[in-house]
């Protein structure tokens, strides 16, 4: 198999999704074709075709491949769906999410460049939830029990530091909030504290408590290089690390398990605008190269990000919501001239 040529699932989505896919899908035709990509459903798509918003045959696809592009997929509503992404984060243990952030054009935040890498499987999205009935009220009190442990912690921590040797960052900041949450997220804090001195004199660790972080993001963003969260926290936050840079159409995401790796854009599926070729595809863009990255085609990863910040910013070649003209596809045609260049 040569090197144009890497197996991969490609879940178009739902929404805007199978537009934004298409977009990436002729970019990276354009750097030469590095995937050879197996094509399934999921979400809304998935029901449709099998009743299912997450088919055996999309498991089975990445259970194959080990590798999967997605665009965003849409939960059903009633009916006792999951969440397909939930569900995909547990069937291939994808432990890891990490969200990067940067500068793309100019805004209110400028020379942003974060990192952040969220606890996948824990937390309170273990959703281990019941009600208990008081008098004739059967739900009148709702309890969700969160859970961490500390092999776990242990085991995100030591994907934080790896990263960030990798990638040349220099500090990890942890966010917890320990001080209320002593137990949940002290345990994540003190497992966190136990990795980080096999990477002393490599990279520097400071925690911080969730609230005052969300502050100092919004004061201060330039005092941080990477965040390691829980579960929760890294939710929220990674939406807020995703404003300081112009909204979730320009940061991707990608998450990591053992056997793994699933990389996707981070915004919804907006319905809203679907069909009407205005998305913005910047965020699965950004993730097929975070995705060349993970196979070692660092080279095309290179030439894909200096593509669009080329086009953004010497072509002036931007969708609307960058307050730009371009169709997606007027968009895509302009990335894919400068990364073929």
Not at 18 to 43: I, K, M, R
Not at 52 to 80: H, Q
Not at 208 to 225: G, H, K, T, Y
Request: glycine share 10%.
């Amino acid at each position: 198999m040569n090197r144009s040529s890497i197996p991969a699932t490609l879940i178009p989505g739902d929404g805007i999704g199978p537009e934004v896919v298409e977009a990436t899908v002729q970019v990276l035709d354009a750097l030469g074709a590095p995937f050879e990509w197996d094509v399934q459903q999921a979400g809304m798509a998935g029901v449709a075709a099998t009743g299912d918003p997450l088919p055996d045959a999309t498991l089975n696809s990445i259970r194959e491949r080990k590798l999967a592009l997605k665009g965003p997929l849409t939960t059903p509503v009633g009916g006792g769906f999951r969440s397909a992404n939930v569900r995909l984060r547990e069937a291939f243990q994808l432990f890891a999410n990490v969200r990067p952030v940067r500068t793309l054009v100019p805004g209110r935040f400028e020379n942003i460049d974060l990192v952040l890498v969220r606890e996948n499987l824990s937390g309170f999205y273990v959703a281990h939830e019941h009600y208990i009935a008081v008098g004739s009220d059967p739900k009148a009190v709702a309890v969700s029990t969160g859970v961490n442990t500390r092999e776990g912690s242990k085991r995100i921590a030591r994907f934080a530091f790896e990263y960030a040797l990798k990638h040349g960052r220099k500090k990890i900041t942890v966010v917890h909030k320990a001080n209320v949450l002593k137990l949940l997220t002290g345990i994540f804090l003190e497992a966190a504290r136990e990795v980080a001195k096999e990477y002393e004199g490599r990279v520097e660790m400071d925690d911080m408590i969730v609230d005052a972080c969300a502050m100092q993001l919004v004061l201060n963003p330039w005092r941080f290089d990477m965040l390691l969260c829980t579960n929760l926290f890294g939710d929220i936050l990674s939406d807020q690390l995703a404003g300081l840079v112009g909204g979730l159409g320009m940061a991707p995401g990608s998450n990591f398990g053992t056997d793994a790796a699933i990389f996707e854009a981070v915004h919804g599926s907006a319905p809203d605008i679907a069909g009407k070729g205005i998305a913005n595809p910047i965020s699965l863009m950004l993730a097929s190269a975070m995705m060349l990255d993970h196979v070692g085609l660092g080279d095309l990863a290179e030439r894909l990000r200096t593509g669009i910040d080329t086009t953004l910013n010497v072509d002036n070649v931007r969708t609307g919501d960058l307050k730009g003209s371009a169709t997606t596809r007027e968009f895509a045609a302009a990335v894919s001239r400068r990364v073929a260049a």
